[in-house]
């Protein structure tokens, strides 16, 4: 068919691929991005979506595409007490932070333009923007994010740079945290180059020790930060719900892109939300979270230190989900997890050279330890080290 | 702010002003295309969802991008009971049918394509294509549905037509149902022109009278047919699901279009939309649905002729949930409510024009039947045409 030939720009994708993977029982992967099952509260979630059931069915029937009053005031004062100077008409409710990446793309990137990320950099938010045909401008990162110097450099040999792209806390893919430093000289930037700041903050609550930073959008002094947040890693991720916080007329132009991509996030989901941060204590929740993850990844550092080789060098992450290898240069990560991880070890991750919109390293590789068991992290660990 | 000039091309829209208008209580609304909330299976859903909730937890994680295999083998197999043929893997499920259209304008649409539609055509479409900036080209639409005399016109005349839109059963606005030979002629002239058909068919499910006529999708010889569908008017709204039907090539670029938009859909609400259809009967949901549905409309139709002048004439939807006014030449619809029908009458409706792709006629108003009491429709009807 003649038309087929113009969806050639839809490009399949690593993650994809490894969701796949993820439904035979045997492999141990390190792959996805997800959180612990054990620790969703499905207790206090089957109460109160029993009484939204069982209630007036309000939740059952459409509501305003920006999402339910009650879950964006809850969002608002969350935000606000983290700093973020915002009301419940400054959030839009969306489909996981995900959707944000997508509408963001829609409403600022025509083919051509620029997106400037981290050296490497968030997949799905490449995959978000890919289909408006950007290119790329990624900044080298070091062990406190993107350097500053580099991204002056980057924007001033860019006059097209429209949209740059960030997660700045336990950063997707190396757990690396923007230093605050960093932050002031990023907003600063952005102002002076006129960009629109998308700042990805799904990781930001799980923090395992020292002081959270100010988020970027607490630093904004332009109504140019538009902050992307999730319930998925705090809450559960199957419920599909995050939010997007910028400035009134941001919003309101993000809430006319929602509406065309969906109409509206779940009505019975955001209700449940809702109702679940009027009853019960979302913190504490996180609490528990935090102490479980930050176990998770002290036994998967362990084990890397008691098995892997010195060559191969990895990020010591103080939240989030995911820590970052890095195999001796020459090294090649998913030629390795093609033809030795996945057939022999039955162990996969992500190499590393899918996170790099510019030209790939390929000697890296991402691990996630949230979603597996102490036992199968140690057993995938040393499965790998034996593979190697 | 400089890049604030990027987003101009987002507009407002006449659907969201009405959601807004839609939390006065005083107002009856005909403007929606709301269920009946009466009809929701409310206990039913409730039992699914506490089962899924005390359950392996696995509703509350992530899940592929296109859906739980459980929902799309339900969907594949009424489908396939609707003459469509197709498995579990041809159906991808969505954020309702809504986010059919945005994935398909992503797929497709090149700013300065042509999409071809109805006139007038469904508003929530125009909304979805617009930010990828095509042309339209509306048909001339009759009450057999769009005129194919007129599509071959336009189609000869359009070299960079790319995709034709139609909601060929009880379309919205209009309520026609596009006939049996316009339908086989439909699919020769998408061969011939090189299309992708967008077949929307959320209102099919709920026929009143006659026999349903073969989907687009089973007289499809080319496997250009994209076929929409959702649960949304079948069994409720604040659920979210729709999905997307297609040849291989196509479902599998619209699923790497989907985790690029949102990841994927609600496990939970997937996972309680299969566990419904595996333990009740939806068909007899819709039959009951349908006799309600047929009642409303003979209500609204009644008192249209029992109130309303002569010189306003309207569609016998033989399915559905809309019927279409049109009113003498020269009357302003838009006007009319906005000066009299909302501030004196209370009583809201979608003025026409909005639904016109092209030249807009302003004499016309949707009317939605489906979603109110039958006392509210006789009121809101009379006091209308006293405001008249």
Redesign the interface.
Known sequence: ????E??GR????A??DL??H??DPELISFG?G??D??L?P??E??EV??EL??GN?????????NGLAALREHVAKRLAGDGIDCAADDVLI???A??GL?LAG???I?PGDTVVTENPTFL?AL??F??FEPAYAPVRTDSDGMDMADLERVLSETPRA?LLYTVPDYQNPTGITLSLDRRRRLIELANSY???VVEDTPYRELRFDGAALPSLASLDT???VLHLGTF?KIL?????LGWAVAST??VE?L???K???????????M?AAALFLDRFDLDAHIRTARAAYAHKRDVMLAALREHFPDTVSFTVPRGGLFTWLTFPAGFDTAAFMADVALPRARVAYVPGATFFPGAPQHNHARLNFSGLSDDRIVEGITRLSAAL
């Open positions: 068919m003649r038309f087929a113009r969806m839809v490009a399949p994708s993650i994809r969701l796949r993820g439904a996805g997800y959180p099952p054990a969703f499905a207790a979630l089957n979506y029993a059931l069982t069915r309000a939740a059952l029937q459409y509501c305003p595409s969306i489909q996981g995900q959707q997508d829609k409403l600022m025509d799905g995959i978000a890919n289909p429209r006129d960009l629109l332009e109504g140019r998925s559960a991720p199957g419920m599909r007329e941001i132009k809430t006319l892109l509406l065309a991509a969906d109409t509206q996030t779940s009505t019975l989901n209700a």
